[in-house]
């Protein structure tokens, strides 16, 4: 089952609001605005339905707003330090938008574009699938590049994210979504009290601009340790911290594994998440400050984020998987953030 209304106006371009509903009553929003996720309802223990993903009410929130809600990020997700690499031997400078690191894409990235709705389905597993041609030379990164995403609602009350993306030259390629999760609902305040655990036992330490040093470092016996499940705020305030925006090393691109595990007391929602990804971003919104839908003012620690990618700044770590795609060779991920009521 699924609905399209029109949502506004955007860069000139009509923009859309898509909600997908499964046999379960579960349902998913999602913008052609970033091709970014709207809402997610899920069941709780209430016998009700949570609406566990941060937005906005409207288009102007998504086009006004600062942090990247529910969208597609690319072409490089994350930090590139210094905001450059070296490609084939030719070396390409990039936005810096943050500080000196180009981050997310750069100046405008794909989160600020008007996508296309490339097919909406029906059925048991209702879904949405969203295209964009980001042309040679965007944000300075090079040869175009022709991207489809798809959006899944299961019916096992999961939402499954496709990427496939298709350079017409030699060029980097790393392509995440931004949702900010509250398994307490939107409105509940921080996400402290989440039960979370990561199935990393290795991260990568960063210097003081947020780049990875190249090191591994074994997560156990620090502050980055989720291989039990612990809460997210038991360690957030550490001088070393600060909130987590943190890389964690998953394995071999690839292969498809759990990632991530999460669960609300308030709700008794729990949330696992897979991906074919080699590692994961925990982001716990630390700088988040701004309105949202429902009157709610989203601030610090209000979400967070499993952003499933290559290693921050790989185009400069040759140690770690490589993001390089050559002329026709295909880019392919997916991620699975499943749900069920504990």
């Known amino acids: 089952m699924y609905d399209k209304t029109e949502w506004g106006f955007a860069d000139g371009y009509k923009v859309y609001l898509i909600t997908l509903k499964n046999k379960n009553g579960m349902s998913a929003s999602f913008t052609n605005y970033g091709a970014a996720v709207v809402s997610l309802c899920v069941p709780d223990k209430t016998g009700g339905f949570t609406d566990v993903m941060l937005g906005y009410d409207d288009i102007s929130g998504y086009i006004n707003g600062k942090s990247s809600q529910g969208a597609v990020i690319g072409r490089y997700a994350n930090r590139i330090g210094g905001a450059q690499f070296r490609l084939s031997g030719k ?11 180009c981050l997310h ?24 699938c969203f295209s964009y041609v980001s042309p040679d030379g965007e944000d300075n990164f090079p040869s175009a590049l022709k991207i489809i995403v798809r959006y899944t609602l299961t019916e096992k009350n999961a939402l499954r994210i496709e990427y496939s993306a ?11 979504n931004h949702a900010y999760f ?7 305040g921080d996400i402290l009290g989440t039960r ?23 997560v156990k016996g620090t502050v980055f340790d989720f291989t039990a499940p612990k809460l997210i705020g038991d360690d957030i305030n550490s001088k070393k911290t600060d909130g987590y925006d943190h890389n964690f090393i998953l394995g071999t691109p690839g292969i498809m594994r759990k990632a991530a595990a999460a669960y609300s007391d308030a ?7 897979h991906t074919d990804m080699p ?11 701004e309105p949202g839908k429902g009157g709610v003012h989203f601030g610090k620690f209000g979400g967070f984020c499993l952003e499933t990618q290559f290693t921050p700044n790989t185009p400069n770590l040759t140690e770690f998987p490589q993001c390089s795609f050559k002329k026709g060779e295909e880019f392919r991920s997916v991620t699975e953030y499943a749900f069920n009521c504990v």
């Open 166 to 176: 298709v350079p017409d030259g030699e060029t980097v390629i790393n392509l995440t």
């Open 267 to 273: 709700t008794g929602i729990e949330m696992t998440a």
């Open 196 to 218: 979370l655990q990561l199935f990393a036992e290795t991260y990568t330490p960063t210097d003081e601009a947020q780049i990875p040093t190249g090191e591994k470092a074994p």
């Open 182 to 188: 509250n398994l307490g609902g939107f409105a509940s």
């Open 105 to 128: 894409g750069g100046r405008v990235g794909y989160g600020r574009r008007v996508w296309s709705v490339y097919g909406i389905s029906g059925g048991e597993n209702p879904g949405v």
């Open 279 to 289: 590692a994961v971003q925990l982001y716990t919104a630390n700088h988040l400050n």
């Open 91 to 101: 070396e390409y400078n990039l936005y810096k938008n943050e500080k000196n690191n």
